[in-house]
């Protein structure tokens, strides 16, 4: 069974940076495509990025784009989210999640971590 484990979430003023890392075991890791989601209190999972198996193609969600970037070590089994230019919208719970299927949709998406909480202060 493939396990995702997120880390890198904390409190950072607005304007700040944070670097998501999602560490991965299993040997399906290198055929899936990887996404990150997040989730604010009382609101629906959001989509925020994925990227392909390769690593050669990504997509950003619009109210990310040119802040965060996702990227992947198929070597280290580990997927990363830096983001850039917080902003206290941002808020959130942050998953890391594996699927088949390059997709936007988190219903996707076979294999999820705990979740790393991330907090942004004006």
């Known amino acids: 069974q493939e396990q995702l484990v997120e880390s890198g979430g904390g409190l950072v003023q607005a304007g700040g940076s944070l670097r998501l890392s999602c560490a991965a075991s299993?040997?399906?890791?290198?055929?899936?495509?990887m996404g990150w989601f997040r989730q604010a209190p009382g609101k629906e999972r959001e989509f925020v990025a994925y990227?392909?198996?390769?690593?050669?193609?990504?997509l950003h969600a619009d109210s990310v784009k040119g802040r965060f970037t996702i990227s992947r070590d198929n070597a280290k089994n580990t997927v990363y989210l830096q983001m850039n230019s917080l902003k206290p919208e941002d808020t959130a719970v942050y998953y890391c999640?594996?699927?088949?299927?390059?997709?936007?949709?988190?219903?996707?998406?076979?294999?999820w971590g705990q979740g790393t909480q991330v907090t942004v202060s004006s």
């Open positions: 299993g040997r399906t890791f290198n055929n899936y495509v």
């Open positions: 999640a594996g699927g088949p299927t390059i997709s936007r949709d988190h219903a996707r998406y076979e294999y």
């Open positions: 990227i392909s198996w390769s690593g050669g193609r990504t």
